[in-house]
């Protein structure tokens, strides 16, 4: 990651637009990847309704938080743009 860092400011002054595309392909092969890996796992496949049951509530509650947190930003950013008028 480092290294990545360092060619990246080394080379900041360049577009390039390829970047993000790669970036996107590589994300959905390892996703798909993962995806393999799960399925062939027997322990995972076999608490899979468990997880799922897990991972629905750590989900609704993050969006909940992340709900929360945004709505409190909003607030914060409004009055202080009222303030500035």
Not at 19 to 28: E, Q, R, S
Not at 29 to 36: E, K, M, T, V
Not at 60 to 71: K, N, R
């Amino acid at each position: 990651m480092v290294a990545g860092i360092a060619v990246g400011w080394l080379l900041r002054k360049h577009s390039f637009k390829i970047v993000g595309v790669v970036l996107i392909v590589l994300v959905w092969a390892l996703l798909f990847f993962l995806g393999i890996e799960v399925g062939e796992n027997e322990k995972i496949i076999g608490s899979l309704q468990n997880l799922g049951l897990e991972a629905l509530l750590l989900s609704v509650a993050a969006t909940a938080g992340s709900i929360a947190c945004a709505w409190a930003l909003w607030r914060y950013i409004q009055r202080k743009e009222g303030c500035n008028q």
